[in-house]
């Protein structure tokens, strides 16, 4: 078994703190990418990224860092240099202690909280009870003997460390991670895994992780306005169901409800297309896309796309209603007023 260069672990977890962050309020430094061709990767508006020190948990040490994106979300990554060289089998071991270690979730949350309150003035409508999602990283430099990105597909067994645990792979387990594989060069090689990411790289760039970092912050934004459409879904019938003829102000509150609901989802939409544009490097573009299908962001979209049609149709329907009940009290104000009239002449014949 090969020995490994400068291998590291990095832990992530992602909170969703509110529905904007002012980043300008935000001292740090604005993210970007190391590699790529200049101007073909666009961050619209670029998170703030902040270095927290050093800190220790389960026996390692190793840097914080957080991003502040500009949508409400705070990622918190983990980063532990886990020696200058290492087995094969040493570095599986080391990893899944690491990302598997009891109460890592808890110790992230605590190194969030000094952190949220240091953002509070910059939180627009902060969230009671954040979201959260998390992955990992495994990242080694090189090999002894050397071993190209093909030869490494071949010869070792990546699966628990993109998977998070030690398994048999099948022939259909190496198939289907063989699909989500990515190399630029032979010197390098990206592996997404459902909980884990893979990452060999000479210079010791992270990129892949940052991208795949942003596509969780994607999925987790998502998944908050999913969870608020379906609240308005589920709502939106009863209320149509207790309206009667009296009820016309809380019809228009309810329509006045849905437009502000989507008008505010369609923009979430629009913002997260534009946030990053990938236009002339293939290597960055196949990853951002597979990775927003292998962590259900793809999925997600589309579902809350689905919703967001829902409740046009929904918002369409009241709007109708409205127009009619509308039509139907100038009818009986007319047939009022032609009443009233017909009274009085026959009270002034009598």
């Known amino acids: 078994m090969p020995t490994v260069r400068e291998p590291h672990v990095a832990v992530w ?4 703190l509110a529905d904007e962050i002012d980043t300008d ?3 740090g430094t604005r993210f970007a990418l190391r590699r790529g061709r200049s101007g073909a990767v666009r961050l619209e508006e670029p998170p703030v990224e902040l270095d927290l020190g050093d800190h220790g948990f389960a026996g390692r040490g190793g840097r914080l860092r957080a991003r502040v994106y500009p949508f409400g979300i705070v990622a918190l990554a983990w980063r532990v240099r886990l020696g200058e060289r290492l087995s094969w ?3 599986e071991t080391a990893a899944l ?6 109460g890592l979730d808890a110790w992230m949350r605590e190194r969030l909280a000094p952190l949220r309150a240091e953002l509070a003035p910059a939180l627009a409508r902060p969230l009671a009870a954040p979201g959260e999602e998390g992955f990992y990283a495994v990242h080694v430099q090189g090999f002894e003997p050397e071993l190209s990105a093909d030869a490494l597909m071949q010869e070792l067994d990546l699966a628990p460390l993109v998977l998070g645990e030690r398994v048999a792979a099948s022939a259909q387990l190496r198939a289907d991670l063989a699909r989500h594989a990515f190399s630029y060069s032979t010197g390098d090689l990206a592996l997404l895994g459902f909980d884990g990411v893979f990452i060999y790289d000479r210079e010791g760039i992270w990129d892949v992780a940052d991208l795949v970092e942003w596509v969780h912050a994607e999925l987790l934004e998502l998944d908050y306005y999913d969870g608020v ?4 879904l589920e709502g939106a019938p009863q209320v149509l169901r207790e309206l009667g003829w009296g009820r016309y102000g809380r019809l228009a509150r309810l329509r006045r409800s849905l437009m502000e609901r989507r008008a505010e989802i369609t923009e979430v939409q629009t913002r997260l297309a534009g946030a990053l544009r990938i236009t002339e490097d293939l290597f960055y573009a196949r990853i951002h896309r597979d990775a927003t299908e292998v962590y259900g962001a793809a999925e997600l979209a589309a579902a809350v796309q689905a919703k967001l049609q829902a409740l046009t149709a929904i918002y369409q329907m009241v709007s109708e209603e409205m127009q009619f009940r509308r039509s139907q009290a100038v009818e009986v104000a007319i047939l009022a007023l032609i009443a009233l009239e017909v009274v009085w002449v026959l009270l002034g014949r009598m």
Request: net charge neutral; hydrophobic share 60%.
């Open 97 to 102: 202690e690491l990302v598997g270690a009891p």
């Open 229 to 232: 459409l379906a609240r308005a």
């Open 25 to 27: 309020r935000v001292a």
């Open 13 to 16: 977890r992602l909170f969703d």
């Open 89 to 91: 089998a040493e570095l």
